[in-house]
């Protein structure tokens, strides 16, 4: 069947080739970087919120300790924009992943917690896209990062009992959007926010290959423990996540330099 232009146009329209290509290149590169695709268009549904759906990619590394729960997401010729509430995007080494520990019989951890890894990135807590409606409140970045967590919980749920019996299991799985969106972070002086307009009047623009989104994501209620209640320097933590954005022709390198120091394990006994 020789070309046909418009059906080239529907498929280039749906985005999938990006998450094939994407596929496609981690496959490809895996003996340098040590991950591999265990799963594409996973099938997943989540009990907590009652959301299902399909994960596009899931990614492990060569330990198996870690996991990527993808979101493709392919846009012609668009920036998004990260902010940050303090005016600077400094690079964070903490975020929130999911946490499945099992040892001597038990979950000592199923949950997010917070732990560290490389590459640190800035961290923002909101994304401005050109032409979103500044009065939506549930943002572009906000619906895809939802469901982006809700499967995340559903795949670590999925994979609960995974294990060796009478073997010590720790894995971590991470919430990762991969875009042919441009990404850059908007650095300024909160001084020159107008609260008459509210507009910047100055600030300063730097392309990054990659960030990290930190703010509540989930509309879902959560209950607060009396731990959550002693941080009273940050009430809001216990609702907070972490949403890794990575441009797509940058993947093989945040893949390459993803490492989870030891810190991290230690935390839960490791």
């Known amino acids: 069947m020789p070309a046909d232009p418009e059906l080239l146009r529907v498929a280039n329209d749906s985005g999938f080739p990006l998450q094939i290509a994407i596929q496609q290149s981690v496959h490809a590169s895996s003996q340098a970087h040590g991950w591999k695709v265990v799963h594409a268009e996973h099938a997943w549904v989540n009990p907590a ?9 899931v990614l492990r590394d060569r330990h198996s300790f870690a996991s990527l729960v993808v979101e493709c997401k392919r846009v012609r010729n668009t920036t ?7 005016g600077s995007t400094e690079n964070r080494r903490h975020c929130k992943a999911w946490t499945t520990h099992h040892k001597d019989g038990q979950f000592n951890a199923f949950g997010w917690f917070d732990v560290q890894i490389d590459p640190s990135t800035p961290e923002a807590n909101f994304c401005a896209v050109r032409g ?19 499967s995340t919980e ?19 799985y991470f919430n990762v959007v991969v875009t042919t969106a441009k990404l850059a972070i908007a650095n300024f002086d909160p001084a020159n926010l107008s609260t008459a307009d509210g507009t910047l009047s100055q600030a300063d623009f730097t392309e990054v290959p990659f960030v990290r989104v930190r703010k509540q994501f989930s509309l879902r209620p959560a ?37 989870i120091p030891n810190s991290s394990f230690r935390q839960f006994g490791v």
């Open 49 to 57: 919120d009652d959301k299902s759906g399909f994960v596009d990619l």
């Open 223 to 259: 209950h607060l423990t009396p731990k959550d209640w002693a941080r009273h320097d940050d009430p809001d933590y216990r609702r907070e996540n972490t949403v890794f954005i990575v441009q797509a022709d940058r993947l093989n390198q945040f893949l390459t330099q993803f490492d």
């Open 132 to 150: 979103q409606n500044t009065n939506d409140k549930n943002t572009f970045l906000e619906r895809i990062a939802g469901e982006l967590i809700s």
């Open 80 to 86: 998004w924009l990260f902010l940050n509430t303090k």
């Open 154 to 172: 559903a795949i670590a749920l999925e994979e609960r009992d995974y294990r060796r019996e009478n073997m010590e299991s720790l894995r971590m």
